[in-house]
Nanobody, 117 residues
Protein backbone atom coordinates (compact mmCIF):
# COMPACT_ATOMS: atom_id res chain seq x y z
CA UNK A 1 0.00 0.00 0.00
CA UNK A 2 1.45 3.32 -1.09
CA UNK A 3 1.63 5.91 1.68
CA UNK A 4 2.28 9.63 1.36
CA UNK A 5 3.25 11.64 4.42
CA UNK A 6 3.49 15.43 4.25
CA UNK A 7 5.50 17.60 6.60
CA UNK A 8 6.73 21.17 6.86
CA UNK A 9 3.52 23.12 7.26
CA UNK A 10 3.03 25.79 9.87
CA UNK A 11 2.37 29.44 10.58
CA UNK A 12 4.35 32.06 8.70
CA UNK A 13 4.09 35.80 8.16
CA UNK A 14 3.27 37.22 4.77
CA UNK A 15 6.38 37.44 2.65
CA UNK A 16 7.94 34.47 4.39
CA UNK A 17 8.83 31.01 3.14
CA UNK A 18 8.01 27.39 3.93
CA UNK A 19 9.28 24.12 2.55
CA UNK A 20 6.86 21.21 2.36
CA UNK A 21 8.03 17.65 1.97
CA UNK A 22 6.16 14.53 0.87
CA UNK A 23 7.65 11.17 1.70
CA UNK A 24 6.48 8.26 -0.46
CA UNK A 25 6.69 4.68 0.77
CA UNK A 26 5.21 1.25 0.18
CA UNK A 27 5.50 1.22 -3.59
CA UNK A 28 7.62 -0.99 -5.80
CA UNK A 29 7.79 1.94 -8.21
CA UNK A 30 10.22 4.80 -8.03
CA UNK A 31 8.71 8.26 -7.71
CA UNK A 32 10.29 8.85 -11.11
CA UNK A 33 7.61 6.52 -12.46
CA UNK A 34 4.79 8.53 -10.91
CA UNK A 35 3.14 11.83 -11.65
CA UNK A 36 3.49 13.74 -8.39
CA UNK A 37 1.67 16.86 -7.34
CA UNK A 38 0.78 19.28 -4.61
CA UNK A 39 -2.79 20.43 -4.12
CA UNK A 40 -4.27 22.81 -1.61
CA UNK A 41 -7.70 23.46 -0.20
CA UNK A 42 -8.60 26.77 1.38
CA UNK A 43 -11.61 27.07 3.72
CA UNK A 44 -14.81 27.09 1.70
CA UNK A 45 -13.04 26.49 -1.59
CA UNK A 46 -12.45 23.53 -3.87
CA UNK A 47 -9.17 21.69 -3.86
CA UNK A 48 -6.84 23.08 -6.52
CA UNK A 49 -3.61 21.84 -8.03
CA UNK A 50 -0.68 24.03 -7.05
CA UNK A 51 2.25 22.32 -8.71
CA UNK A 52 3.13 19.02 -10.31
CA UNK A 53 5.99 17.05 -11.78
CA UNK A 54 5.37 14.23 -14.21
CA UNK A 55 7.26 10.99 -14.54
CA UNK A 56 8.93 12.54 -17.59
CA UNK A 57 10.09 15.49 -15.52
CA UNK A 58 7.70 18.09 -16.90
CA UNK A 59 6.74 20.69 -14.31
CA UNK A 60 3.43 22.46 -13.84
CA UNK A 61 2.91 25.54 -11.69
CA UNK A 62 -0.48 27.00 -11.00
CA UNK A 63 -0.90 30.58 -12.21
CA UNK A 64 -1.33 31.92 -8.67
CA UNK A 65 2.01 30.49 -7.53
CA UNK A 66 4.11 30.90 -10.68
CA UNK A 67 7.48 32.41 -9.80
CA UNK A 68 7.00 31.81 -6.06
CA UNK A 69 6.65 28.03 -5.64
CA UNK A 70 9.06 25.37 -6.87
CA UNK A 71 8.43 21.63 -6.95
CA UNK A 72 11.27 19.13 -7.01
CA UNK A 73 11.87 15.46 -6.32
CA UNK A 74 14.64 13.41 -4.77
CA UNK A 75 14.46 9.93 -6.18
CA UNK A 76 17.03 8.50 -3.79
CA UNK A 77 15.05 9.69 -0.77
CA UNK A 78 11.64 9.07 -2.31
CA UNK A 79 10.52 12.61 -1.52
CA UNK A 80 8.84 15.44 -3.36
CA UNK A 81 9.39 18.95 -2.07
CA UNK A 82 7.46 22.19 -2.51
CA UNK A 83 9.49 25.31 -1.80
CA UNK A 84 7.13 28.21 -1.18
CA UNK A 85 8.45 31.77 -1.17
CA UNK A 86 6.86 35.18 -0.81
CA UNK A 87 3.78 33.68 0.80
CA UNK A 88 0.57 35.66 1.12
CA UNK A 89 -2.75 35.13 2.88
CA UNK A 90 -4.25 33.54 -0.25
CA UNK A 91 -1.80 30.68 0.19
CA UNK A 92 -3.44 29.63 3.45
CA UNK A 93 -4.94 26.17 3.35
CA UNK A 94 -4.33 22.48 3.76
CA UNK A 95 -1.70 21.21 1.37
CA UNK A 96 -1.96 17.66 0.07
CA UNK A 97 0.59 15.51 -1.71
CA UNK A 98 -0.71 13.41 -4.60
CA UNK A 99 0.77 10.47 -6.48
CA UNK A 100 -0.65 9.11 -9.73
CA UNK A 101 0.76 5.77 -10.79
CA UNK A 102 -1.63 5.47 -13.76
CA UNK A 103 -3.06 2.46 -11.97
CA UNK A 104 -4.21 4.27 -8.87
CA UNK A 105 -4.15 7.68 -7.22
CA UNK A 106 -2.92 8.27 -3.69
CA UNK A 107 -3.25 11.18 -1.27
CA UNK A 108 -1.48 12.20 1.86
CA UNK A 109 -3.30 13.33 4.98
CA UNK A 110 -2.43 16.99 4.39
CA UNK A 111 -0.44 19.62 6.21
CA UNK A 112 -1.77 23.01 7.30
CA UNK A 113 -0.19 26.20 6.02
CA UNK A 114 -1.32 29.46 7.58
CA UNK A 115 -0.05 32.81 6.37
CA UNK A 116 -0.67 35.77 8.64
CA UNK A 117 -0.92 39.24 7.15
Amino acid sequence: QVQLVESGGGLVQAGGSLRLSCSVSGSSQSINDMDMGWFRQAPGKQRERVAGITSAGSIFNGPSVEGRFTISRDTAKGTVTLQMNNLNSDDTGIYYCNANTLVDVYWGQGTQVTVSS
